[in-house]
Structure formats: structure tokens, C-alpha cells
């Protein structure tokens, strides 16, 4: 578990960027909603949510020991506001995914730019210089990782994760309710799902398809060094 230590800060911050963009775009189609309530803000605090931020972690690091899976508490969001309301509605609910993709990309290039660090200052193994490039290299090269199974999980079609918004936004009003009401109980059957090692597998089969090429493009990129 101390293995999963340098991703807590990355975890945390990604999380909450993932709420932030869900309220920042809502903001930006006509909905004030997240802003008045205080959500759109980089302090941790607001955004916590007990289970989505604590319980499924520890659970899902528990007992699968390789899904690290979380959410913050969603951002309030007022659909009356919205000019077109199922192209709004999936808007939203794809900037979240979206946010993370991008925190992968940045995650990234903070990675390359810690390799060149290392290679230019020449850093002696065993110095605490050493050590804490070492942690913060495993705390970008993880959170590039982790936040592409944050998008990729949350864009499963499974209520109430993002991809069932953009789904249900394609269903008819009455399906798309009856849908919707699935609600949280999707998480947990997804979660066990996901330890059974079929389904396990073809899910890590899929975090790697989509992370192949922010590791191609590190690994590309570090190998200019020599």
C-alpha cells in the first residue's frame, strides 16, 4: 500500500480538478450554480466526498489491489439554465474526462522535464536531491496514469459516472430516467466487475490501449538525453 503513497497528492488534486471542470463548463453554458455555491475553487475541502474521496479508494485498493478509483462530491449543477439542454447536459458531463486527459498530458511532461533535471544536474544516487526527484517522478509518472483510468472509468457507461450522462443525453426522456436511477448502486456492482479477473483484465487492457501513447511520448522524449 506505501507503494500508492507518492499518488495521494496527485489523486487528490485530480479529483478535484475533475469536479472544478464539470462547474467551470456549466459556468460557462449559462449555469452559475457551482460558482455560488463555492465550488469553483482549488481548495480540497468543498469537494470531498466521503465515499467517492475515502471508502471507494480504500476499498478498491483493498481488495483489488491495482483499480485506484475515486471521485469527489459532484458539483451542484442547475439544468434549467442550460440554452440546449441534452448538448449542455453532455457538455458537462464530458469536461470532466476531458480535464483529466489533460492532467495525463501534463502529469507527462512534468515527467521529462524531472528526467532532463536529473540528467543535467547530475544528481548522486542516495543524496536526498535523489530521493525526492525519484518521489516526484513517481508521483507524475502515476498520476499521468492515474488520471487516464480516472477518465477511462469515468466515461463507463455506468449511472451515475459521466458516461451515463452522455448516454442518457441520447436516450429518450423516460429511458433516460429510469436509466439515471440505477445511481450509485452501478458503482459498486462495477467495482465487483472489475475484480473479477475477466473483467479486470479487459478494463487494464483498455487503461493501457489509451496510456500507450503518454508513455510512448515520455519514454521518446527522455531518450534525447544521451
Do not use: K
Request: proline share 8%; with cysteine.
Amino acid at each position: 500500500m506505501t507503494d500508492y503513497l507518492p499518488l495521494l497528492p496527485i489523486l487528490l488534486f485530480s479529483v478535484v480538478i475533475h469536479e472544478l471542470a464539470h462547474g467551470w463548463m456549466a459556468l460557462r453554458l449559462g449555469d452559475p450554480t457551482a460558482r455560488d455555491a463555492g465550488r469553483l475553487t482549488l481548495n480540497p475541502l468543498p469537494h470531498i466526498d466521503p465515499i467517492g474521496s475515502v471508502l471507494i479508494p480504500l476499498l478498491s485498493l483493498m481488495t483489488a489491489g491495482r483499480v485506484f478509483i475515486a471521485w469527489a462530491r459532484p458539483v451542484p449543477v442547475n439544468p434549467s439554465h442550460f440554452a440546449r439542454l441534452r448538448r449542455d447536459e453532455a457538455l458537462v458531463s464530458a469536461m470532466g474526462p476531458i480535464s483529466n486527459v489533460l492532467l495525463a498530458g501534463c502529469c507527462s511532461v512534468a515527467v521529462v522535464l524531472l528526467g532532463f533535471l536529473a540528467w543535467s544536474l547530475n544528481v548522486p544516487e542516495g543524496s536526498t536531491g535523489y530521493d525526492l526527484l525519484v518521489f516526484l517522478y513517481q508521483m507524475f509518472y502515476g498520476g499521468a496514469y492515474l488520471n487516464i483510468v480516472l477518465a477511462v472509468f469515468n466515461l463507463l457507461p455506468i449511472p451515475p459516472l459521466d458516461g451515463s450522462h452522455l448516454i442518457a443525453a441520447a436516450l429518450p426522456a423516460r429511458a433516460a430516467e429510469g436509466y439515471r436511477r440505477i445511481g450509485f448502486f452501478g458503482v459498486f456492482a462495477l467495482i465487483f466487475l472489475l475484480n473479477v479477473p475477466a473483467v479486470g483484465t479487459a478494463f487494464d487492457v483498455l487503461i493501457e490501449a489509451v496510456f500507450a501513447p503518454f508513455r510512448s511520448v515520455i519514454v521518446y522524449a527522455l531518450s534525447f538525453r544521451s
